[in-house]
């Protein structure tokens, strides 16, 4: 059964340090992976999806890489903002099942000015 | 504004009571989906559904009705509520199953007392 972890739980850093999120899975017959942003009392929004024969994506300061074979994403935060403050998640969907996203528990980052 | 919108955002059940969490999507997406969002837990796939029609079950289906007569809607029912389905209910919806243009809504708050 596929499952997916991110260390740290929770992450406080001060304005302008670049910082990396890890996420592990189990499995690594994955079709692709997917990194969102969740906000306090919101809805997630999608930051990068990457396909399982890509090793990064990249939009603005974000940069996530992903090591397939060794059940590996990072996602990377270039300078990071107060504004960048909320909950990181990771999800994947199996090569087998692509109906299905498995999400990882997240990761909280606070950034402070 | 185009999005998925999730009615009520708010609600408060008695054990044993039933009711229908509606989500409604206006960016013809054939890909639409339910999880459930508990604290340690991540978010798990409770039903999902690649078009009008057509709907199955995720990682934590009992408990939950669906259906998709329209590509537009999908609703969520509980028919006899239980505590332990008090949680926070996230649908999405996207272009298909591989992740492209996934859009949450803001998600519905239910306590079952």
């Known amino acids: 059964k596929q499952e997916v972890t991110q260390i740290p739980a929770a992450l406080s850093v001060p304005e302008g340090e670049n910082l990396v999120l890890n996420c592990s899975f189990t499995d690594s017959a994955i079709y692709n992976l997917q990194w969102f942003r969740q906000d306090p009392g919101k809805g997630l929004t999608s930051l990068l999806l990457i396909q399982s024969s890509q090793r990064e994506q990249t939009s603005g300061r974000l940069n996530a890489s992903l090591d397939k074979s060794s059940g590996r994403s990072t996602l990377y935060i270039a300078a990071s903002q107060p504004g960048d403050s909320a909950t990181y998640l990771c999800a994947v969907r199996p090569a087998d099942d692509t109906d299905k996203l498995i999400f990882g528990t997240g990761t909280r980052l606070q950034v402070f000015p | 504004n185009a999005g998925v919108t999730q009615t009520p955002k708010f609600q408060v059940l008695k054990t044993g009571q039933s009711m229908t969490l509606q989500c409604a999507q206006d960016?013809?997406?054939?890909?639409m989906s339910w999880y459930r969002q508990d604290p340690g837990m991540g978010l798990r796939l409770i039903h999902y559904?690649?078009?009008?029609?057509?709907?199955d079950q995720g990682e934590v289906p009992n408990g939950y009705n669906v259906s998709r007569s329209t590509t537009e809607d999908f609703p969520l029912r509980l028919l006899s509520a239980a505590p332990s389905q008090t949680s926070v209910y996230f649908c999405?919806?996207?272009?298909?199953?591989?992740?492209?243009?996934?859009?949450f809504g803001s998600g519905t708050r239910l306590t079952v007392v």
């Open positions: 960016m013809n997406h054939e890909y």
């Open positions: 559904s690649v078009g009008a029609g057509i709907t």
């Open positions: 999405a919806s996207s272009y298909s199953n591989t992740g492209y243009g996934y859009t």
